[in-house]
């Protein structure tokens, strides 16, 4: 049995907190500033990790504190039994929304490493993982990506777009900083984390040629995937598709009315037959755009499948793991879009 234990602090549902979010905000500052006190009065870290970000060996299990779904998958999968994740968002939760809590901050000083997206995914938390980083070893996954290899982001000058997972080939390539820094804290264990690594990457890379193969079934100039967000950037690189999203690169700014007409004249105009939910997007966002596209006499479907994007799937789902979710993925979009 290789089951690991992980705990989902958190679970909040979607964004749509419009409201609360001067409130909450206030709250995350507050956390960030008994954060940075906790820590200059010496009571961060496990004691075992080393202090100053280094790695030094653990005994037992490796507590691992992680943040997206995502990074969560890929650290189980490597870790296998040596590591126990508490995972700070779980499945329909928005990173860019995502602010810490008193119990995230305690789950990051009690962590013997830390992993994170980064690229600013994390946007409310950016600063309390760096600041984290600087005691406890803290992997951020996209840090080894080629350069040339990151798509800019179009919101954000001199940024690059965060949503990486959805090229596969690209990926993988954050499965070394993890295998490496997990064998610093349990050298024992580094041929297993070596080889999970090699296994993960292999899944990946056939998850990668199915949804190949899947979206060949769509003519070359119907790839338009229209969704929530700007996630697919990536996506539509690796895939040959068309991309556009309601709101754009993060979901911090709502998307308003113009931006829905905008969206509706477009599918009307280029005739698209379907437009995407994703998981931890509210619905009603496109549901707005499907409206103001039949007010114009254009019937624009919405798969009742959400696309899995900044979270995946429920674990035990087929979504619920990385190379599940872009099989899943595939299989909406094809669907959706009659290839
Ligand atoms: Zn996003």
């Known amino acids: 049995m290789s089951v690991v234990r992980s705990t989902r602090l958190l679970e909040r549902g979607g964004s749509g907190f419009a ?12 956390f960030a500033a008994v954060f940075a ?16 970000g ?21 650290v189980e999968s490597i870790g296998g039994d040596e590591v126990e994740t508490t995972a700070l968002m779980g499945p329909g939760v928005d990173p860019h929304l995502y602010e810490a809590s008193q119990g995230d901050i305690g789950a990051l000083q009690e962590a013997d490493a830390i992993f994170y997206n980064g690229l600013f995914l994390e946007g409310q938390l950016n600063d309390t993982l760096i600041q984290v980083g600087q005691e406890a070893p803290t992997v951020r996954v996209t840090e080894a990506m080629p350069e040339e290899e990151l798509l800019p982001s179009g919101d954000y000058e001199g940024q690059n777009d965060p949503h990486v997972w959805f090229d596969p080939e690209l990926w993988v390539t954050g499965v070394d900083p993890v295998v490496e820094q997990l064998s610093e804290l349990k050298p024992d264990a580094a041929e297993d984390f070596e080889q999970r690594g090699e296994e993960y990457r292999a899944e990946a890379m056939e ?11 769509i003519p070359e100039d119907e790839r338009v995937l229209v969704t929530s967000h700007d996630a697919f950037s990536y996506f539509g690189e690796a895939y040959g598709f068309e991309v556009e999203g309601l709101q754009g690169l993060s979901t911090e700014t709502e998307a308003g009315a113009g931006d829905v007409s905008a969206l509706a004249d477009s599918l009307v105009e280029e005739e698209i037959p379907a437009i995407f939910v994703e998981s931890s997007i509210p619905r009603r966002n496109v549901e707005a755009v499907q409206a103001a596209a039949r007010d114009q006499g254009w019937d624009v479907t919405i798969p009742e499948q959400a696309l899995f994007a900044d979270a995946m799937g429920e674990p035990g789902t087929e979504a619920g793991t990385y190379s599940g979710m872009l099989r899943a993925n595939a299989d909406t979009i094809v669907g959706g879009l009659g290839g």
């Open 19 to 30: 409201g609360l979010s001067g409130v909450s905000r206030g709250l995350g500052f507050l």
């Open 37 to 52: 006190a906790l820590f200059a009065m010496g009571c961060g870290g496990s004691g075992e990790s080393g202090g100053s």
């Open 54 to 74: 280094e790695a030094g060996a653990v005994e037992g299990t490796i507590q691992a504190t992680t943040t997206t779904t995502h990074i969560t998958d890929m």
């Open 207 to 217: 998850a990668h040629e199915y949804v190949q193969e899947r979206v060949e079934s």
